[in-house]
């Protein structure tokens, strides 16, 4: 099975994009900055470890891909264009306010985050587990026909008006 590399793997919705491939058996290699946060995902993950990389380092790409391997299969969290295609494919997935630590400074305030989340047709706010199952979709062959989207896990924030 081809190995998924995950930029900010240690984060909120990364860590738990991880847990949904690991769980479906994909092998995993994990970006960021935190040498503890990345033995202790690589713990959980059962995978021998990951090293520190900055996504900011122009040497960044190339590294990983020798340390990932030759059966390198997918990235989350990448920047590319269509001409990729059709080696490659570019999905998006736009979260709503998700509760990871990214936005802790909103979400611990309840008045705030129940205001925000009746904001929301699904009236509620999201989990990192949301834009991690469309993640672990996106890069399996069951996507292999699905390109250049930018898909919305957001509550319906983005299309639907909220009752009340
Ligand atoms: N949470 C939300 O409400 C929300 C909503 C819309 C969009 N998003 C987007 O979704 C993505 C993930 O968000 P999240 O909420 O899961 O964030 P998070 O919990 O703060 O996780 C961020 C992850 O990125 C890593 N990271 C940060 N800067 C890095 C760098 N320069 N090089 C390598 N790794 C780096 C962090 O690890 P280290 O710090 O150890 O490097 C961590 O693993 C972000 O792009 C965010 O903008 C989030």
Redesign the pocket.
């Known amino acids: 099975m081809h190995r998924v590399v995950i930029?900010?793997?240690?984060?909120?919705?990364?860590l738990a994009t991880a847990r949904a491939l690991r769980a479906r058996g994909v092998p995993l290699h994990l970006?960021?900055?935190?040498a503890g946060?990345l033995e202790t995902a690589a713990a959980e993950l059962g995978e021998t470890g990951f090293p520190e990389?900055?996504?900011?380092d122009p040497g960044l790409c190339s590294r990983v891909a020798q340390e990932a391997g030759p059966r390198l299969g997918g990235l989350v969290?990448a920047i590319g264009t269509i001409q990729l295609a059709p080696a490659i494919r570019v999905n998006v997935v736009?979260?709503?306010?998700?509760r990871?630590?990214?936005?802790e400074a909103i979400t611990r305030n309840q008045a705030l985050a129940s205001g925000i989340a009746a904001m929301h047709a699904l009236q509620r706010l999201?989990e990192?587990e949301d834009g991690a199952a469309l993640a672990a979709f996106l890069v399996s062959a069951e996507a292999s026909y699905v390109t250049g989207q930018g898909i919305g896990v957001d509550g319906g924030c983005s299309s639907l008006r909220a009752k009340g």
Request: proline share 10%; glycine share 28%; no cysteine.
């Open positions: 930029d900010g793997g240690t984060g909120g919705i990364g970006v960021g900055r935190d946060r990389g900055d996504v900011t969290y736009a979260p709503s306010l998700t990871t630590p990214l936005a999201g990192p």
